[in-house]
């Protein structure tokens, strides 16, 4: 079986754990990755503080095959994202000719001023993530792909990058509505589980159109043949709930 591909994201910004702004970014790219074949495994949201955002970044791009940042990556003198990486690689950081080029282009005299050239400062050694509608770039640094804070950059930013990331075996799934509570299924649910150690087996309870507590069970797995065999013992075992009641 190909090789599991993890990845880890960090927010970064004040903002966010404030409550101000809303995280719209963290959904989208976990639902990306799965997509191409990426696990998601951790996220973590982080102030602006270069020392938290260093830390973070350490402890998530040791242990995942790609780290994705979003946000800090502005004009103001709070965007500290690219300086912090830079920090965490131990390498430089400079205004880099290509951007600074094309802002020169977009900008001229005064509007090209110290906030906006702020934009175009990247960690030596990176890779600029950018197109002809993104002015502003991101950048990959080894296995950290840096990616700006507004969804729609953010979202053009990944499809520009995820062409060259490596992937692996895509997880599948499958739902079923159980029509039966959480607690109700709890037992039987678990024995499915250890008997088919290579599914991810959740439930997912939710409040059915008459507000009543009903579960959505999901089984997941990389075999399509081990999903299916999962999900029919699933199934299995809520025939025999829903005959159970029957006969009570």
Do not use: C
């Not at 754990?17 to 799965?34: C, H, P, Q, V, W």
């Not at 400062?121 to 509608?133: H, K, N, V």
């Not at 990616?147 to 499809?159: E, H, K, L, T």
Request: charged share 25%; hydrophobic share 45%.
């Amino acid at each position: 079986m190909s090789e599991i591909v993890t990845a880890g994201i960090l927010v970064i910004g004040d903002e966010i754990l404030s409550g101000r702004t809303k995280d719209k970014n963290i959904g989208f790219i976990a639902e990306y990755l799965t997509n191409i074949g990426i696990d998601l495994k951790e996220v973590r949201v982080v102030a602006d503080d270069e020392t938290d955002i260093v830390a973070a970044l350490d402890a998530l791009r040791n242990r995942y095959t790609y780290v994705f940042t979003t946000g800090g990556i502005g004009p103001t003198h709070d965007d500290i994202t690219a300086d912090s990486v830079a920090r965490a690689f131990g390498v430089g950081i400079d205004h880099h000719p290509e951007v600074v080029a094309r802002f020169r282009e977009r900008w001229a005299g005064q509007d090209l001023n110290e906030a906006r050239l702020r934009m175009a400062r990247i960690p030596d050694g990176a890779e600029l993530i950018q197109s002809a509608t993104i002015l502003a770039p991101g950048f990959k640094i080894e296995n950290v792909v840096v990616m700006a804070g507004v969804p729609s950059i953010m979202q053009a930013m990944m499809d520009i990058v995820s062409p060259k990331l490596k992937s692996g075996v895509r997880m599948l799934s499958e739902t079923v509505r159980a029509n039966a509570r959480e607690g109700d299924i709890g037992g039987p649910l678990r024995e499915i589980a250890n008997a088919h150690p290579e599914t991810i087996i959740g439930s997912y309870p939710f409040m059915d159109e008459e507000q009543r507590p009903n579960t959505n069970l999901v089984v997941r797995s990389r075999d399509p043949d081990k999903l299916d065999a999962a999900m029919t013992a699933v199934k299995e075992m809520l025939v025999a709930l829903q005959a159970a009641r029957k006969s009570a």
